[in-house]
C-alpha cells in the first residue's frame, strides 16, 4: 500500500495506491488518524481511490468507520474514483453516495 496526503487550505486529500490487504488496515487506519491529527480541523477530507488494485474488507471497514468518524465531527467526506466493485461493498456498510463533485452525507 501507498498512501499519499496533502493538505491545502481547510481540505486534506489522500490518494491510495496498490493492494491495501492485511496488516494494511491498521497502518491506513493510524495514518488517516494521523492526518487528521495534523490537519489541524480540516473542514473536509477527500478520498482518491482511483490508484488501488486490490483491498480487502478490513480495510474497507476502516474506510467506513472513518466515513462515521468524520460525519460525527462534521467533516465533509468525499470517496472519489471508486471503482463499480468497491461501490457495492461500500454500499453494504451504508455508503451510498459516490458523486465525485458532491460530499458524502454529513
Known sequence: MELTFRKSGD???FHLKGRIIGPDAMK???A???ALELGA????????LGGYTDM????IDVLAEWHLRCRR???ALRLVRVPAQLRERFMLRGIYD???D?????
Request: hydrophobic share 40%.
Open 11 to 13: 481540505v486534506l486529500s
Open 28 to 30: 491506513l487506519r493510524d
Open 32 to 34: 488517516l488518524d494521523k
Open 41 to 48: 480541523g480540516p473542514r473536509s477530507v477527500k478520498i482518491d
Open 56 to 59: 480487502d474488507d478490513a480495510s
Open 73 to 75: 465531527d462534521g467533516i
Open 98 to 100: 459516490f458523486d465525485d
Open 102 to 106: 458532491k460530499p458524502i452525507i454529513v
